[in-house]
C-alpha cells in the first residue's frame, strides 16, 4: 500500500502544520522539556520496574536502591523519548495526537531537544552505575540505544512488525529493577520481560487503530495502517492469549503463591475477553481495549509485588 499517496487522497487535513506558540516564562520552558520526556509513557514503565525489585527480594527493597531506581530509571525511558521526539519532529507535526509536542509547536529547538536528551542519557547511566551496580546501568544504556537506534531508526518508518521488535525496549525496566537489588538476572525476570513484550503489541495496535489516519498521513507502516480490522483483531487475539500464557509461567518458574494465580487467570479472562471483543466489533471502539489492557499490565504487576512480599 502506498502511505503517502493514500494520505495525499484522503487525510489531507492532518498535515496542516500545528500551531506554532513559544512557552511562555520559566514555568513554560519546564513544561516544555519535561513533555519531550512523555511523563505518561514513563508511569507504565515505571509500573512494571518496583514489582520486579519486591518480587526479587521477597521482601520490600532497600529504599535507597529503590528511589535510586526509580529516579534514574525515570531519566533514562526520558532521555530515550526525548532523542525520539528529536528524531520524529517531522512527522509528529502530522499527527493529530503529537501536534501538540514541544518539537512540533516549535516550543523548543531540535538542537535543544537532542541535546537534553543526550545529558539525561549521561546522567542517567552515571547514576546507575554510582548508586545501584554496573548491570543495572549496562541495561540502562541498551534500553535508551534500542529505543532509538532499533526502533526509532530502523523499525518504526519501515516495518509493519516495529512494535513487535521495537517493543523489547520497553521490557527493559524489568530487568533493570531486578538486578538493581540482585545484580545479576535468571530466568524468572526474563519471564517478566516477555510478558510486557507479548502485551506491547495489542496494546500498542488498539492505539494506532483509534490514530489509523494519523499514522497513515505519516508514512508510519503501523499493523491497523497495513491490514484489515480483521486481522489486527486476530493479531490482538494471538498476542493477548500469549501474554496470558506467559503470565500464568511466572507461576511456576517464580514459585508464585495462589494468590497471583489466582490474579493472573481473573486477569488473563478478562484481557483475552476484550480481545475477543474487539475481534468481533471488527475495533468499533479501540480505546476500551487499551485502556483494559493498561488496567491488566498494572493490576498483574501488582499481583507480581503483593506475592514478593507475601513470599
Known sequence: MALGSRAQRGVLDLRVPARRTSPRGRRGILRAY???????????????????????????PPLTTAAATLVFGTMSAGAANA?????????DALMRRTRRRPLARAQVSP???????????????????????????????????????????????????????????????????????TGGLDLTPLVLFGVVFLWTPPHTWSLATRYR????????????????????????????????ACSLALWPVAGMGVWYGAAALLLGTALIGGAIRFLRTRAARPMRFFHLSNAYLALLFSAVAVDGLAG
Open 83 to 91: 532523542i525520539n521526539c528529536y528524531l520524529d519532529r517531522d512527522i
Open 111 to 181: 538542537g535543544a531537544a537532542l541535546g537534553f536528551g543526550l545529558v539525561l542519557a549521561a546522567v542517567s547511566t552515571a547514576g546507575f552505575a554510582v548508586t545501584v551496580n554496573a548491570v543495572a546501568a549496562a541495561l540502562s544504556v541498551a534500553a535508551i540505544l534500542y529505543y532509538v537506534l532499533v526502533y526509532s531508526l530502523l523499525l518504526k518508518r519501515r516495518s509493519r512488525h516495529n512494535v513487535v521488535w521495537g517493543g523489547a525496549a520497553g521490557c527493559m525496566p524489568v530487568l533493570i529493577g531486578w538486578s538493581a537489588v
Open 213 to 244: 489516519d494519523d499514522y497513515a498521513a505519516a508514512g508510519v507502516p503501523m499493523l491497523p495502517v497495513v491490514a484489515s480490522a480483521r486481522r489486527v483483531g486476530w493479531e490482538i487475539l494471538v498476542y493477548s492469549v500469549l501474554t496470558v
Open 34 to 60: 519535561l513533555a519531550l520526556t512523555k511523563p505518561r509513557v514513563i508511569e507504565l514503565l515505571l509500573i512494571t520496574t518496583l514489582p520486579a525489585m519486591f518480587l526479587a527480594r521477597r521482601e520490600v
